[in-house]
């Protein structure tokens, strides 16, 4: 059997509007492996955020599995959850096998509930005695740094990096085998910032999750903590690597684009993640025919304007989406 925790083939979720449809996840296929972090970087309506949704079968309309299969390795062999409700893997997986840290969740608490309530309502959830489960938050709120007398009190009464810190640590209680944490740091400064990612990594290293996708668009920070790289844009992977490797060379043009804007002198731009690549990621409804970066490569070529280039192994581990390192070229 694979290391693979998780794998994705050839998946499509669309958000269906009315008359239009947006591809948001657009035939993507990956594996998950056992024991590693991967960060996924992209410019912002690049779909990391549907993709995290998606991969949680979190699956709520208008959004919509158009086709492919998600498999969760579970007792030792692959369950098949793209084919279940999103009530059954709520049931099953959500929390004991897969947790997800939405984007903007710290700001997404209630702030008349207090946040003992939240360990409660998952207690619930889960058939698990609540004064049990209390404890074990009180553990964990120790770990992630916070005073267990939090936990009787409400959001508005933590500063964010806290509420932070409070969402990580209630995420986690279950012990899940993958963690997709979507942005969790881009509302934090750079001391909160530099916390949430030890703490993140510690319960890596004391097995409270075992794997990892980091949503950012602060590569600087994937570099930090990733194993693996995997690039998104308009919908697809446009690059997936080792993490030494793509930063050492990136070979898809638009990761290239990615990696220059953080090589910037510029600390603004820097700091913001902002891209220098000149233009904007195209509308979803009507995306460009072809690779769907072609309007912005600066190595566009005929192809690259009719044909979608394939997701490819170019080197062992490394696969790339782009007619640069493809024989179909000439
Ligand atoms: N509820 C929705 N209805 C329609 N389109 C949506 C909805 N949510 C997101 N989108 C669109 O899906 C695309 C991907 O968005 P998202 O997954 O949030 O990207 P990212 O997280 O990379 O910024 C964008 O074009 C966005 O406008
Ligand atoms: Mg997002």
Same mark, same amino acid.
């Given at each position: !059997?694979?290391?693979?925790?998780?794998?994705?083939?050839?998946?499509?979720?669309?958000?269906?509007?009315?008359?239009?449809?947006?591809?948001?996840?657009? *035939?993507?296929?990956?594996?998950?492996?056992?024991?590693?972090?991967?960060?996924?970087?992209?410019?912002?309506?690049?779909?990391?955020?549907?993709?995290?949704?998606?991969?949680?079968?979190?699956?709520?309309?208008?959004?919509?599995?158009? @086709?492919?299969?998600?498999?969760?390795?579970?007792?030792?062999?692959?369950?098949?959850?793209?084919?279940?409700?999103?009530?059954?893997?709520?049931?099953?997986?959500?929390?004991?096998? !897969?947790?997800?840290?939405?984007?903007?969740?710290?700001?997404?608490?209630?702030?008349?509930?207090?946040?003992?309530?939240?360990?409660?309502?998952?207690?619930?959830?889960? *058939?698990?005695?609540?004064?049990?489960?209390?404890?074990?938050?009180?553990?964990?709120?120790?770990?992630?740094?916070?005073?267990?007398?939090?936990?009787?009190?409400?959001?508005?009464?933590?500063?964010?990096?806290?509420?932070?810190?409070?969402?990580?640590?209630?995420?986690?209680?279950?012990?899940?085998?993958?963690?997709?944490?979507?942005?969790?740091?881009?509302?934090?400064?750079?001391?909160?910032?530099? !916390?949430?990612?030890?703490?993140?990594?510690?319960?890596?290293?004391?097995?409270?999750?075992?794997?990892?996708?980091?949503?950012?668009?602060?590569?600087?920070?994937?570099?930090?903590?990733? @194993?693996?790289?995997?690039?998104?844009?308009?919908?697809?992977?446009?690059?997936?690597?080792?993490?030494?490797?793509?930063?050492?060379?990136?070979?898809?043009?638009?990761?290239?684009?990615?990696?220059?804007?953080?090589?910037?002198?510029?600390?603004?731009?820097?700091?913001?993640?902002?891209?220098?690549?000149?233009?904007?990621?195209?509308?979803?409804?009507?995306?460009?025919?072809?690779?769907?970066?072609?309007?912005?490569?600066?190595?566009?070529?005929?192809?690259?304007?009719?044909?979608?280039?394939?997701?490819?192994?170019?080197?062992?581990?490394?696969?790339?989406?782009?007619?640069?390192?493809?024989?179909?070229?000439?």
């Amino acid at each position: !059997m694979s290391n693979s925790l998780m794998k994705i083939e050839k998946v499509k979720a669309y958000y269906m509007l009315k008359d239009r449809y947006v591809k948001a996840v657009d *035939n993507i296929s990956f594996e998950i492996n056992e024991n590693e972090v991967i960060g996924v970087v992209g410019e912002s309506g690049c779909g990391k955020s549907t993709l995290s949704n998606v991969l949680m079968m979190n699956i709520i309309k208008p959004l919509a599995l158009i @086709d492919g299969k998600i498999l969760f390795k579970t007792n030792g062999s692959y369950k098949e959850i793209s084919s279940l409700s999103r009530e059954e893997v709520r049931k099953d997986f959500w929390g004991k096998k !897969m947790a997800l840290i939405p984007q903007a969740a710290m700001n997404a608490l209630m702030p008349t509930i207090k946040i003992e309530k939240y360990v409660e309502h998952l207690a619930d959830a889960h *058939n698990i005695p609540k004064d049990k489960f209390l404890k074990k938050a009180k553990e964990r709120f120790e770990k992630v740094d916070l005073d267990p007398k939090w936990l009787k009190r409400f959001p508005f009464e933590l500063s964010g990096g806290m509420k932070q810190r409070a969402v990580i640590a209630i995420a986690t209680l279950l012990d899940p085998d993958l963690l997709i944490a979507d942005e969790p740091t881009s509302a934090l400064d750079v001391v909160n910032q530099k !916390m949430f990612l030890k703490i993140l990594m510690e319960m890596k290293k004391q097995g409270i999750v075992k794997s990892i996708i980091f949503v950012t668009h602060d590569i600087a920070t994937i570099r930090q903590i990733a @194993d693996r790289m995997l690039v998104m844009y308009a919908g697809k992977i446009m690059e997936i690597s080792p993490i030494d490797k793509i930063v050492e060379k990136p070979l898809n043009p638009y990761t290239q684009g990615l990696l220059n804007s953080v090589l910037t002198p510029e600390p603004e731009i820097k700091k913001r993640g902002i891209t220098t690549i000149p233009g904007a990621p195209p509308n979803l409804i009507d995306p460009p025919k072809g690779c769907r970066f072609h309007p912005r490569c600066p190595h566009a070529m005929d192809i690259c304007k009719e044909k979608e280039p394939e997701l490819k192994e170019v080197e062992p581990g490394r696969k790339v989406a782009c007619f640069l390192y493809s024989e179909e070229r000439s």
